[in-house]
């Protein structure tokens, strides 16, 4: 497999001027697989200051033809390179190979390029009000409203969904004609440095306008919330990670775009084919649990508690884990030991506050390398535990009992999170019912899936301010400007 262990900064692939490296880890085997350029503090400003000047100096803002064209060719470039894509993925996240069919790789390598793409033409980049004597001088103004793109986004990514979510700040942010610095997770960095690669050496986008930085440093990114050169940052990661950009991004002033945590619900509302809707909230297995939006709450009728939990502990046994690289596994790894060890402490604060473990719990026997943990499904589970409460990122499952739609509701929206969530009822009348109660930004019911490169996502209360993808996620990379003269 080749790889890319350097940034790029201002059109150039670069190493860091500290001269060190970082090992990446394949979570599965747990061998270094290769080394990337350990970006420090100055490698960041020089790539700050690289996009600004893309920004301020260039007609990138102002040349929809030139973007259009730059992000079809990012596109075509990374198809081209679509299966070495897919084993790299699959090496440094220890994503299942099944997932990268999917949201890893080939459905936003659909669309979440050439979505922006052609959306440059049909965005309303002007809009007119009607004319009018604003203070009554008898002199009419006409009157319009122009979107314009932001300046510089700093923009900061996970290692769950590496690829799929820089792709979906990518496409939207250069579509609506700003510069960026982008900073990939240390765990993942060979996807975010492979698109350096491809945007300096397979398209014409001008140096300067997309810079990556790879960094050991978590808080090298920092630069990006702190910096008066950056306009706005763009932050896809943990909800305490998102408070302290916040935090950092308020002495400038700078709007803050966050994609946070999230504690999603999976709620069967009624007892009809109990067994063709419960075995599906075992999916929190997929990719260990390491996704934002996954259901990671069953919540059920108390009237049939103990056979839903009887259904889910079946289809969680079943789960198949293991080698992400066999096409038949559906959980893979945690991405690092860090991790493994985080699921593990929650799995024993569900113990020790009187949940009851009805599989799982541990490291499995059969994987002697990587860092796995078993499916885990706790009953008895109150939904003020913190196994109910706190964000786990791992394959476990808890099932809280509810009287009636009221009760479910109010267990739905008892979480700081408000991100996503899925409701089954053979009623669909009352699914979207109680779906209009439910205070999250996506919800699935029935199974119906709403994702898309034009399907706004993003969350209520602290799983994220704005929304990335659809138009609101075109609209939130743009200022608003309103402008008069006389009619
Ligand atoms: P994290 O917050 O630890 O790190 C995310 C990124 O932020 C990494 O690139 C990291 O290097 C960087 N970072 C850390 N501290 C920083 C700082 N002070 N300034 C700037 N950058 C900084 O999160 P993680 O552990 O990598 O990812 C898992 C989390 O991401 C989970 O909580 C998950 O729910 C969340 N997530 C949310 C979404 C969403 O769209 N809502 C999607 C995927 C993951």
């Known amino acids: 497999m080749t790889y ?21 880890v394949n979570p599965a085997t747990e061998e270094v697989i290769g080394r990337t350029t350990d970006g420090n503090r100055a490698d960041m400003e020089r790539a700050v200051a690289a996009a600004r000047s893309a920004f ?49 790789l080939d459905v936003p390598l659909k669309e979440a390029l050439s979505w922006p793409a ?16 604003a203070f009554g001088l008898g002199t009419p103004t006409a009157r319009e409203v122009w979107k314009e793109p932001v300046g510089v986004v700093g923009t900061v990514v996970p290692w769950n969904f590496p690829l799929e979510i820089t792709l ?42 997309v810079n990556i930085v790879t960094s050991s440093d978590h808080l090298v990114g920092e630069v990006l919330s702190t910096s008066p050169a950056v306009d706005m940052v763009a932050f896809t990661g943990s909800t305490a990670t998102g408070r302290r950009i916040m935090a950092a991004a308020a002495e400038t002033v700078k709007p803050a775009f ?18 063709g809707t419960v075995a599906g909230a075992a999916f929190v297995c997929m990719h260990a649990g390491q996704g934002c939006a996954m259901s990671t709450r069953l919540v059920v009728p108390n009237s049939c508690y103990d056979e839903a939990v009887e259904i889910v502990r079946a289809a969680m046994e079943k789960t198949k884990y293991g080698d992400p690289t066999d096409p038949s596994v559906l959980q893979g790894p945690l991405v690092s030991k860090r991790q493994q060890e985080r699921v593990l402490g929650y799995i024993e604060k569900g113990k020790q506050e009187g949940a009851r473990l009805v ?20 009953a008895n589970v109150d939904n003020r535990m913190t196994i109910a409460q706190e964000e786990i990122f791992g394959p476990v499952l808890v099932v809280i009992g509810f009287d009636d739609d009221d009760d479910a509701v109010r267990i739905a929206n008892e979480s700081i999170y ?8 053979s009623d669909l009348e009352r699914a979207k019912n ?21 399907a706004p996502f993003g969350g209520y209360k602290q799983s994220g301010v704005g929304r990335q993808c659809g138009i609101e996620g075109l609209e939130i990379f743009t200022e608003t400007k309103t402008v008069g003269w006389p009619a």
């Open 118 to 133: 052609d959306m440059i033409s049909e965005f309303p980049w002007k809009r007119a009000l009607p004319d009018k004597d």
């Open 258 to 275: 966050l994609e946070l945590g999230g504690k999603s619900v999976y709620l069967v509302l009624d007892a009809d084919n109990l067994a």
């Open 359 to 378: 599989t799982g719990g541990g490291v499995p026997k059969d994987t002697p390398r990587g860092y796995f943990v078993e499916p885990t499904l706790f």
């Open 56 to 104: 301020d100096d260039t007609d990138w803002s102002r040349d929809h033809d030139a973007r259009a064209k730059g992000l079809r060719q990012l596109q075509a470039a990374l198809e081209a390179e679509r299966e070495e894509l897919r084993s790299e993925l699959v090496a440094e996240v220890g994503c299942p190979v099944l997932s990268t069919y999917g949201p890893q």
């Open 418 to 425: 408000g991100l996503s969530g899925n409701i089954f009822c």
């Open 168 to 209: 979906n700040k990518l496409g939207p942010v250069l579509a609506m004609g700003n510069t960026c610095v982008l900073k990939p997770a240390p765990d993942t960095p060979w996807n975010a440095t492979r698109i350096g690669r491809l945007i300096a050496e397979h398209t014409d986008i001008p140096a300067g306008v």
């Open 434 to 454: 109680v779906a209009g109660r439910i205070r999250t930004g996506t919800l699935g019911i029935n199974g119906g899936l709403w994702y898309g490169a034009d």
């Open 4 to 24: 890319e262990h350097r940034m790029l900064i201002d059109g150039e692939l670069v190493e860091s001027e500290s001269g060190r490296y970082f090992d990446n």
